[in-house]
Structure formats: structure tokens, C-alpha cells
Nanobody, 123 residues
Framework: QLQLVESGGGLVQPGGSLRLSCAASGSTLDYYTIGWFRQAPGKEREGVSR????????YYADSLEGRFTISRDIAKNTVYLQTSNLKPEDAAVYYCAATRFSATMSPNLYGSWGQGTQVTVSS
């Protein structure tokens, strides 16, 4: 059974950076796409980025304006989300999730979820 554990969140000033990690265990990721989502209080869960484990193809939400980079470390079974130039509106709980669908950011199609990591952007 696939398990995902996020880490790397914290408090950062506007303009700062964080690297979020999503460590996977319990299953091979060969046929999965790993996505990052975020949810701020009172808002719907938003798809941020995804990466195909098998071929490394990536997707980013337009709202990120090129500030985030997703990557994977096959040896460590881990997906990273490098964030930069963080803004107060980036503050949210960030979740990683896995799907067997190749090109979707619909949360309903992601079957395995981590517990989330909090990102706070404040001066």
C-alpha cells in the first residue's frame, strides 16, 4: 500500500524559499503521477504541480508564474517541490498525492494522500 509523507514546510518571509519533500513507501512508483496540492483556510484544494514518475514530464499551474520547480529522486523514492519568491498568498497546507492517471490535477482522481505540511509566509 502506497504511503506518502510530506516534510519541509515552515515559516518563511515573503520572497523566501522552501523545499518541500514527499517521501513514498510501500509501492513502486513506476506507474504513478505524483502531484502537489495546497489548501488555504476557507479555500478549495488547488492543484499546484505534478510529475510523471516514469518519464519525468511535469506540469505547473499558471498561477505559480514559474516560481516553483518539481523534481524526483528515483533512488530516494522522493518528489520535491522547490518554492521560491514566496508570497503571502502561497501560504497553505501543502499535500502530495499519487494517481495512476497521467495528466490530471483533479483531486478526486488521486487515491493516496500524505498528511500535509504547513507553509506560512509572513514577515
Amino acid at each position: 500500500q502506497l504511503q506518502l509523507v510530506e516534510s519541509g514546510g515552515g515559516l518563511v518571509q515573503p520572497g523566501g524559499s522552501l523545499r518541500l519533500s514527499c517521501a513514498a513507501s510501500g509501492s513502486t512508483l513506476d506507474y504513478y503521477t505524483i502531484g502537489w496540492f495546497r489548501q488555504a483556510p476557507g479555500k478549495e484544494r488547488e492543484g499546484v504541480s505534478r510529475i510523471s514518475w516514469r518519464n519525468g514530464i511535469t506540469y505547473y499551474a499558471d498561477s505559480l508564474e514559474g516560481r516553483f520547480t518539481i523534481s524526483r529522486d528515483i533512488a530516494k523514492n522522493t518528489v520535491y517541490l522547490q518554492t521560491s519568491n514566496l508570497k503571502p498568498e502561497d501560504a497553505a497546507v501543502y499535500y502530495c498525492a499519487a494517481t495512476r492517471f497521467s495528466a490530471t490535477m483533479s483531486p478526486n482522481l488521486y487515491g493516496s494522500w500524505g498528511q500535509g505540511t504547513q507553509v506560512t509566509v509572513s514577515s
